[in-house]
């Protein structure tokens, strides 16, 4: 580089990004120089109707509602801002992003916005129900060394060593962008690792999980190592898995989801809480197991998903009551929480938040009785004592799943029409562009996009 005597060097600038994490759960946006940040916070930049049909393969759908017009604005909930140095590669400018919402020009909230759809929902279950959510995201992934190595055996100290440069990265990125991480450990699979972090209320719980997965890829860019959240790998490899845990709470931050005196524990409110999102749960599918190997990964004995029902500690259970400790300081209804997983890191964690607490306040607005309930692994269940008790099998396939969502009235038509319009177009479009994938193709093809 030639330099004139007297003119300071070109420093690079520092960017700031405003975010959406679309309906395919991607995170796009746009930059501009951070010290031009105070231009952007109140009318934000601009964005395009369009971007919310594109495909994980980035097309846009041939049945797109949206065109070649429109304009939009993303605008930025400041409070929901990420900074993060740079971490293992002392060269990389640093992350700052901020998640936004997606409005019209004049400032009114755009219906296909998954955040604004989550927010909405958060919103209600203050006014309407007197109760804030507590929630958190466990992540698993597969975490490819820049120099191969064999795979260590599961959950071991010398898979954690292998991994523990790029965890120790990790847990100082997410605690400088305020995720309050927890625990890195090595999991069941090959080269399989977890994260999990703290929950937080509300909307900022979905944030998280995108900053989680955001953060955990850029620590592996900057150590040239592969990495991918998609939920199988290989077709008869361990899944990884998104395993939503989320408490109710009055609003002044009492526990509401506990009871010692009934059934495991779970209050009268838990009980339609949690029938209504075990009786919503095949369609629920949709949106949290949104892709065609999601399905490679829900099934009997992968201590994944399979049957919508709740089950007490019970990891074959959809939707499952964690374990609390009688020890230590915390009383069992400020440990009490439900664990949803039948979902994965294909999904937008807003729109599948967000559908998952529509379930749940359906349940409770018509009070539903909770009978699918079991402490058995529910594939060993004879079919008739499936029936009885009403547990339902998980739809085998994404058009499955789809359908299903689209005859769930009640939940179909809670969510805003050009959202559902937007949905269906694209994940048609992603289902033809896939369905010559052999299972195979289909692990490769996705641990590419996630
Ligand atoms: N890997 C499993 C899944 O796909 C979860 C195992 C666990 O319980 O942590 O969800
Ligand atoms: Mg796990």
């Not at 990790?170 to 962008?177: M, N, P, Y």
């Not at 694209?426 to 093809?445: G, I, M, N, V, W």
Request: net charge negative; glycine share 6%.
């Amino acid at each position: 580089m030639s330099r004139t005597p007297g003119v300071a060097p070109l420093t690079p600038v520092d960017m700031t990004t405003l975010v959406t994490t679309d309906l395919v759960g991607i995170t796009r946006g746009r930059s501009f120089p951070t010290d031009e940040l105070p231009r952007y916070t109140a009318t934000g930049c601009g964005w395009v109707p369009a971007n919310i049909v594109l495909t994980p393969q980035d097309t846009i759908p041939s049945e797109s509602p949206w065109g070649a017009y429109g304009d939009l604005r993303l605008i930025p909930d400041m409070s929901s801002r990420v900074t993060v140095s740079n971490g293992p590669d002392a060269n990389a400018p640093a992350m700052d992003f901020i998640h936004a919402d997606i409005c019209e020009t004049d400032g009114r909230p755009w219906a296909a916005c998954p955040r604004t759809l989550l927010t909405d929902e958060i919103q209600r279950y203050r006014d309407q129900l007197g109760l804030q959510v507590n929630a958190a995201f466990e992540h698993e992934f597969k975490l490819g060394m820049a120099t191969p190595q064999p795979a260590q055996p599961a959950l071991s100290l010398t898979a954690q060593r292998q991994g523990a440069e790029f965890g120790g990265w990790l847990l100082s990125a997410l605690r400088a962008a305020g995720a309050e991480p927890e625990m890195f450990l090595p999991e069941f699979g090959k080269n399989q690792y977890e994260i999990t972090c703290r929950p937080a209320l509300g909307v900022a719980a979905a944030d998280r999980a995108v900053n989680l997965r955001e953060i955990t890829r850029e620590i592996a860019r900057q150590m040239g190592m592969s990495l991918t959240f998609a939920p199988k790998t290989e077709e008869h490899g361990v899944g990884n898995g998104v395993h939503l845990h989320m408490s109710l709470q009055d609003l002044e931050g009492n526990p509401k989801l506990y009871d010692e005196n009934l059934r495991n524990g779970l209050s009268m409110l838990g009980e339609h809480w949690a029938a209504g999102i075990v009786h919503y749960l095949p369609a629920l599918c949709a949106l949290t197991a949104p892709t065609p190997v999601s399905y490679l990964r829900l099934g009997p004995h992968h201590w994944s998903a399979s049957y919508a029902c709740l089950g007490h500690r019970n990891r074959e259970a959809a939707l499952r009551i964690c374990p609390t400790v009688s020890m230590g300081e915390k009383s069992q209804a400020q440990q009490f929480n439900l664990e949803f997983r039948a979902l994965d890191a294909t999904a937008s964690p807003h729109l599948a938040m967000a559908a998952i607490l529509i379930a749940g306040r359906l349940g409770i607005e018509q009070c539903l009785p909770l009978t699918a309930i079991t402490d058995k692994v529910p594939d060993d269940l004879s079919a008739q004592e499936r029936e009885s008790l009403g547990i339902n099998v998980l739809p085998a396939s994404l058009p499955e799943a789809l359908a299903m969502l689209r005859d769930s009235k009640a939940l179909f038509d809670a969510l805003p029409k050009p959202l559902t319009d937007s949905y269906f177009a694209l994940k048609k479009e992603e289902l033809t562009l896939t369905d010559q994938l052999s299972p195979a193709q289909l692990c490769e093809h996705y641990a590419r996009l996630y």
